[in-house]
């Protein structure tokens, strides 16, 4: 019976006033990006084991992560909740099915469960932050976009976590390709509360997109005092300054920052979690990208070369697995890139769902293409990327993360001497949403 309410003013299936408190205290830790987020929950839990929206809560956060590690946890936690379904609520029911899709590789089919639940629910912005995270992994913008702002008639500043909301729509839009009213909305959100990172990561974005070098890092450097409390995004969002550093030719400062903020192997976070997939990415992208401009990268590759030699059978994320392939090949494991193809093609072979369908559809060529890319075999990189290219949103990420492989495909394409290729391939940057593409390093050199 719901006797308590959570800080949106929707009903919880718990009859503990304590347990009540420290979900509401776990989902602004979520919301807010803390590190304390899993310690709430766990409380909540523990003061009523019969909590099923705690469980799936939690659950759902671990699935955001992308990551096979976090399966045997994930299903533990839908086994518990499974016999509270028959006295769960409508909206606990939805989390739990969507839960239950998700950890399965069948993202669209969450998303869809959790978007009839928000048409009902339209402020439950933890709901809102979960199947954003769901579409944005299943390359679905335009349906990430659609879901805010339904909601967003709904929402007003007297709500709580208002500003919440304002960033997740402005990362919607942004990713949908309306800049105006994402860098209003992020702005917003900031205002409100300048520990924001999801509408500071929100505006970062837009100035990704639009080319706008000098206030992208103007914006970052003005806000990174504030991101003391926050978890891994505050180790993205020193990636995002150093890909504007890198336009302003910045490169040393950038490879400075790798292991002095982007993944310190002395912060807490990071021996907290030494293989978080968003810290092996934004390493992976930024290392790739100075060593298209040329930079020397010393014995770089090889610190993320142990890690991702563990992760040739986590097929969470195609997005991840194209990274986990730049480590293999940039540290020379050449055996274990190979497998790590092996092992995806077998995962694709079997099962459905739209994981596994991006796997088949681009994830696999992906990656094929990064191992010919080390081997110098550029023709047959062009190969597999160009057809493909127009697909590569459904592996996952950000515009701006994919970007990184517009620019192998370019400098491919400039190493075979195919110049008829490139004017094509800045055609489809452009569409993608990018503006000055002629303007921005590499691909300026190559029109030069």
Same mark, same amino acid.
């Given at each position: 019976?719901?006797?308590?309410?959570?800080?949106?003013?929707?009903?919880?299936?718990?009859?503990?006033?304590?347990?009540?408190?420290?979900?509401?205290?776990?989902?602004?830790?979520?919301?807010?990006?803390?590190?304390?987020?899993?310690?709430?929950?766990?409380?909540?839990?523990?003061?009523?084991?019969?909590?099923?929206?705690?469980?799936?809560?939690?659950?759902?956060?671990?699935?955001?992560?992308?990551?096979?590690?976090?399966?045997?946890?994930?299903?533990?936690?839908?086994?518990?909740?499974?016999?509270?379904?028959?006295?769960?609520?409508?909206?606990?029911?939805?989390?739990?099915?969507?839960?239950?899709?998700?950890?399965?590789?069948?993202?669209?089919?969450?998303?869809?469960?959790?978007?009839?639940?928000?048409?009902?629910?339209?402020?439950?912005?933890?709901?809102?932050?979960?199947?954003?995270?769901?579409?944005?992994?299943?390359?679905?913008?335009?349906?990430?976009?659609?879901?805010?702002?339904?909601?967003?008639?709904?929402?007003?500043?007297?709500?709580?976590?208002?500003?919440?909301?304002?960033?997740?729509?402005?990362?919607?839009?942004?990713?949908?390709?309306?800049?105006?009213?994402?860098?209003?909305?992020?702005?917003?959100?900031?205002?409100?509360?300048?520990?924001?990172?999801?509408?500071?990561?929100?505006?970062?974005?837009?100035?990704?997109?639009?080319?706008?070098?000098?206030?992208?890092?103007?914006?970052?450097?003005?806000?990174?005092?504030?991101?003391?409390?926050?978890?891994?995004?505050?180790?993205?969002?020193?990636?995002?300054?150093?890909?504007?550093?890198?336009?302003?030719?910045?490169?040393?400062?950038?490879?400075?920052?790798?292991?002095?903020?982007?993944?310190?192997?002395?912060?807490?976070?990071?021996?907290?979690?030494?293989?978080?997939?968003?810290?092996?990415?934004?390493?992976?992208?930024?290392?790739?990208?100075?060593?298209?401009?040329?930079? /020397? $990268?010393?014995?770089?590759?090889?610190?993320? +070369?142990?890690?991702? @030699? &563990? %992760?040739?059978?986590?097929?969470?994320?195609? #997005?991840?697995?194209?990274?986990?392939?730049?480590?293999?090949?940039?540290?020379?494991?050449?055996?274990?890139?190979?497998?790590?193809?092996?092992?995806?093609?077998?995962?694709?072979?079997?099962?459905?769902?739209?994981?596994?369908?991006?796997?088949?559809?681009?994830?696999?060529?992906?990656?094929?293409?990064?191992?010919?890319?080390?081997?110098?075999?550029?023709?047959?990189?062009?190969?597999?990327?160009?057809?493909?290219?127009?697909?590569?949103?459904?592996?996952?990420?950000?515009?701006?993360?994919? /970007? $990184?492989?517009?620019?192998?495909?370019?400098? +491919?394409?400039?190493? @075979? &001497? %195919?110049?008829?290729?490139?004017?094509?391939? #800045?055609?489809?940057?452009?569409?993608?949403?990018?503006?000055?593409?002629?303007?921005?390093?590499?691909?300026?050199?190559?029109?030069?």
């Amino acid at each position: 019976m719901t006797q308590h309410l959570d800080s949106r003013g929707h009903g919880l299936t718990t009859s503990s006033a304590a347990a009540a408190d420290a979900f509401n205290a776990g989902m602004h830790g979520f919301i807010c990006w803390r590190t304390d987020t899993m310690t709430h929950l766990d409380t909540a839990m523990a003061a009523d084991p019969d909590f099923a929206l705690a469980k799936l809560a939690k659950g759902w956060i671990l699935q955001t992560a992308r990551t096979a590690a976090f399966r045997p946890q994930i299903d533990a936690l839908l086994a518990e909740a499974a016999p509270l379904m028959d006295a769960a609520d409508g909206r606990e029911q939805a989390y739990f099915q969507g839960l239950t899709a998700a950890s399965a590789g069948r993202g669209v089919d969450a998303s869809t469960i959790m978007e009839a639940m928000l048409a009902q629910h339209p402020t439950d912005l933890l709901g809102h932050r979960l199947v954003q995270f769901e579409l944005f992994w299943n390359g679905r913008a335009a349906w990430m976009r659609q879901l805010v702002e339904r909601a967003a008639p709904a929402w007003n500043k007297s709500l709580v976590d208002y500003g919440g909301f304002l960033s997740a729509r402005a990362f919607a839009n942004e990713e949908a390709g309306n800049y105006e009213l994402a860098e209003r909305c992020g702005r917003d959100a900031v205002e409100i509360d300048p520990t924001d990172c999801w509408g500071t990561h929100a505006v970062a974005h837009v100035h990704a997109m639009q080319g706008r070098v000098d206030d992208g890092v103007a914006w970052l450097e003005g806000l990174n005092g504030n991101w003391g409390e926050a978890n891994q995004i505050a180790h993205h969002l020193w990636w995002h300054l150093c890909i504007m550093l890198l336009e302003q030719g910045a490169y040393d400062r950038a490879l400075a920052l790798v292991t002095s903020k982007i993944r310190n192997p002395d912060s807490p976070l990071v021996k907290a979690m030494p293989g978080a997939p968003i810290d092996l990415q934004n390493v992976a992208s930024l290392l790739m990208r100075l060593e298209l401009r040329g930079v /020397d $990268l010393g014995d770089h590759w090889n610190i993320l +070369a142990e890690i991702c @030699a &563990g %992760r040739i059978h986590d097929h969470g994320s195609p #997005f991840s697995a194209a990274h986990d392939m730049l480590v293999l090949t940039g540290s020379g494991q050449y055996d274990l890139a190979a497998q790590l193809l092996d092992n995806m093609r077998a995962f694709a072979a079997t099962g459905d769902g739209s994981l596994v369908t991006a796997y088949r559809a681009a994830g696999i060529p992906l990656c094929e293409a990064m191992l010919a890319y080390r081997r110098g075999e550029y023709e047959r990189v062009i190969a597999l990327i160009a057809p493909i290219r127009h697909d590569l949103h459904l592996i996952g990420g950000s515009h701006a993360q994919r /970007d $990184l492989f517009y620019q192998i495909m370019l400098d +491919a394409a400039h190493r @075979a &001497g %195919r110049k008829d290729l490139i004017p094509l391939f #800045f055609d489809d940057i452009r569409r993608i949403g990018f503006d000055k593409v002629e303007q921005r390093t590499l691909y300026r050199d190559m029109v030069a």
